[in-house]
């Protein structure tokens, strides 16, 4: 192995650990906020029973409305059948949704998988963080995520749709370049090299106004 491709893989593993240490970040995040939540329940119970006592039904409804409204944000949000999946994909919608962007989700997992977490964390992590940075240039108003996973027969398909300001993207050597300058694009490494790895399928179509990835994984 040349000292360029030796310096390449140094790169990439580094990059994919600091993403692997920030969804892991901001799975614990999502589950502190669900654990302040379950700790707060008994003083819940507590004040609607202070309301049903004085016969206030109106402040009853008032307050299950905002209780409703708060567990909203720390729900686990879309539930695969893969506990681990949901965290991920949680998280993800819960930070995409902390920077006004609307997510349409649908996943479906009902088997155990053989692709490893690990793998999965970057490949999901990476489609996210790169949907969720395009819609950042986009109005509120525009903006959009759409996930769609289930499986396909024995493969695992993922379906990644965003809306983006960008016009139509060029293909060079077959690829789509980043834009993002030196020292990035190693999540669209990481997530071909995974593919490759798994034997698997990768498409990515760029149509004025929105992105898509598709990925088949073998299980």
Same mark, same amino acid.
């Given at each position: 192995?040349?000292?360029?491709?030796?310096?390449?893989?140094?790169?990439?593993?580094?990059?994919?650990?600091?993403?692997?240490?920030?969804?892991?970040?901001?799975?614990?995040? /999502?589950?502190?906020?669900?654990?302040?939540?379950?700790?707060?329940?008994?003083?819940?119970?507590?004040?609607?029973?202070?309301?049903?006592?004085?016969?206030?039904?109106?402040?009853?409804?008032?307050?299950?409305?905002?209780?409703?409204?708060?567990?909203?944000?720390?729900?686990?949000?879309?539930?695969?059948?893969?506990? /681990?999946?949901?965290?991920?994909?949680?998280?993800?919608?819960?930070?995409?949704?902390?920077?006004?962007?609307?997510?349409?989700?649908?996943?479906?997992?009902?088997?155990?998988?053989?692709?490893?977490?690990?793998?999965?964390?970057?490949?999901?992590?990476?489609?996210?963080?790169?949907?969720?940075?395009?819609?950042?240039?986009?109005?509120?108003?525009?903006?959009?995520?759409?996930?769609?996973?289930?499986?396909?027969?024995?493969?695992?398909?993922?379906?990644?749709?965003?809306?983006?300001?960008?016009?139509?993207?060029?293909?060079?050597?077959?690829?789509?370049?980043?834009?993002?300058?030196?020292?990035?694009?190693?999540?669209?490494?990481?997530?071909?090299?995974?593919?490759?790895?798994?034997?698997?399928?990768?498409?990515?179509?760029?149509?004025?106004?929105?992105?898509?990835?598709?990925?088949?994984?073998?299980?």
């Amino acid at each position: 192995m040349s000292f360029f491709s030796k310096q390449v893989d140094k790169r990439i593993s580094a990059y994919q650990q600091e993403l692997i240490a920030t969804h892991y970040a901001e799975v614990e995040n /999502m589950y502190q906020k669900m654990r302040g939540w379950r700790h707060d329940y008994r003083n819940h119970i507590q004040a609607m029973k202070a309301f049903a006592a004085v016969g206030d039904l109106a402040a009853i409804c008032e307050y299950l409305e905002k209780l409703d409204c708060d567990l909203s944000t720390v729900d686990t949000v879309i539930k695969t059948g893969n506990k /681990m999946m949901d965290a991920i994909i949680g998280s993800k919608i819960s930070l995409a949704h902390a920077h006004n962007i609307p997510v349409r989700a649908d996943a479906d997992i009902p088997v155990s998988l053989t692709t490893s977490e690990i793998d999965l964390c970057v490949i999901i992590g990476n489609l996210f963080d790169n949907a969720i940075e395009a819609s950042l240039a986009l109005p509120e108003e525009k903006r959009m995520i759409r996930m769609y996973m289930d499986m396909k027969n024995t493969q695992l398909y993922m379906s990644f749709t965003n809306f983006t300001a960008k016009k139509k993207q060029v293909k060079s050597g077959g690829i789509f370049k980043t834009t993002k300058g030196e020292g990035h694009g190693f999540g669209l490494v990481r997530i071909d090299d995974i593919v490759a790895r798994y034997g698997g399928y990768l498409s990515r179509n760029s149509e004025d106004g929105a992105f898509t990835t598709e990925i088949l994984l073998p299980q």
